[in-house]
């Protein structure tokens, strides 16, 4: 049997394509779990271009930026703006380059963070190495995991401590990945976190491509998630909050104690969201019926949410590794599976129809009645 074919999966063409009037569509390629290609989106009007994901970080997406520019008539020192829809590597990769040589603004949701979430409004001039050298000095020294509180408090520090709120290793990126990041940033000596010049909040109104786009806050995918909708002409640029044939990764380790419901929410919203013709997606190609997606995908984690009951009716008190082991095909086994079985279980043990229980070695169990 054949899986069905996934468009994020595709990797990325080197044609740039008018998806709406002045809206252009780059591809970036990517190579990330379930992913082949970022879509950058460029928003042209009479002062030159803001470009929305700008790709993962590093010489080698740079480069092909410049080349799809080109294909478009544009110059690195023609984009103004750049527009980062949430807190991720292959979104924002771009953005302190651009702002660094056109001197572009950076616009992101008012909550962007990236690694070490302080409760503060200075941004994280921290890389994911930091972070990993942190988690291994605490290791090396022994300490012991610190008192996570009431289960369903999420560290806000997740790699610092480094063990996961369910008392599991927590997700790094490859290693290859890690070193490229070192690479740039040892030879840029910039951190490849953008400094957001112009924070942003669910309400506020972009002139953008000549046209008014509506911010909307779409936290679940991550907390500061957000989509930009033109209702004049219906044009909806969805980030990752609503993707074409796959579902976005729901991470356990969030500062909601529980990101699922925020995410439902999130889907519910942007449903009612009228006029929208066109959906201008982060991966995958454009598609129309934004309302059936964004059910569709509620649907699937409704399916998701069952299907765990089940396997904690056969399991009894389970850990979440235990679950996830379940819950997903043995190729997705692993932190990422298991940061989304978390916000699965938290979210029903909210609900009432899932108890935890954390056992001495700091591991969480679950049960489901
Ligand atoms: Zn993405």
Redesign the pocket.
């Known amino acids: 049997m054949t899986r069905p074919h996934k468009q994020e999966q595709e990797s990325a063409r080197e044609e740039v394509t008018e998806v709406a009037p002045n809206v252009l569509r780059m591809q970036l390629p990517i190579r990330?779990p379930g992913?082949g290609h970022?879509n950058c989106y460029a928003l042209l009007d009479e002062r030159g271009a803001a470009v929305v994901?700008p790709g993962l970080p590093g010489s080698a997406t740079w480069k092909t930026l410049q080349q799809r520019l080109a294909r478009a008539g544009l110059r690195v020192r023609d984009v103004h703006t750049v527009i980062v829809t949430?807190s991720?590597p292959?979104?924002f990769g771009g953005a302190t380059r651009f702002a660094k040589e056109a001197g572009s603004r950076v616009i992101a949701h008012r909550s962007f963070r990236f690694g070490v979430s302080e409760a503060t409004h200075e941004q994280p001039e921290v890389s994911v190495d930091d972070l990993a050298a942190h988690a291994d000095r605490e290791a090396s020294l022994g300490e012991e995991p610190r008192q996570r509180g009431p289960v369903g408090h999420t560290p806000r520090e997740p790699w610092k401590i480094g063990r996961t709120p369910w008392g599991g290793e927590p997700p790094r990126p490859s290693f290859k990945m890690r070193m490229r990041w070192r690479m740039a940033r040892w030879l840029g000596g910039l951190s490849f976190v953008p400094r957001i010049s112009d924070p942003v909040s669910g309400g506020d109104v972009l002139r953008l491509a000549g046209r008014d786009w509506f911010v909307v806050h779409t936290p679940g995918h991550t907390e500061d998630h957000f989509c930009l909708h033109d209702p004049d002409e219906g044009l909806f640029l969805a980030?990752?909050h609503v993707l074409p044939t796959i579902t976005?990764h729901i991470s356990g380790l969030s500062l909601r104690a529980d990101p699922l419901a925020a995410y439902f929410e999130s889907l519910d919203r942007v449903a009612d969201i009228q006029p929208v013709h066109q959906v201008l997606p982060?991966?995958g190609h454009p598609f129309d019926d934004l309302a059936d997606r964004c059910r569709a995908i509620q649907k699937h984690h409704v399916e998701r949410l069952e299907k765990v009951k089940s396997i904690g009716r056969e399991l009894g008190l389970a850990s979440v590794e235990a679950f996830s082991q379940r819950l997903f095909k043995q190729r997705s086994w692993g932190a990422m599976a298991e940061s989304e079985t978390f916000a699965h279980l938290e979210h029903l043990r909210r609900l009432g129809m899932a108890e935890a229980r954390r056992q001495q070695d700091g591991r969480l169990f679950y049960s489901t009645g």
């Open positions: 990330m992913l970022v994901d949430h991720h292959d979104h980030g990752d976005p982060a991966h």
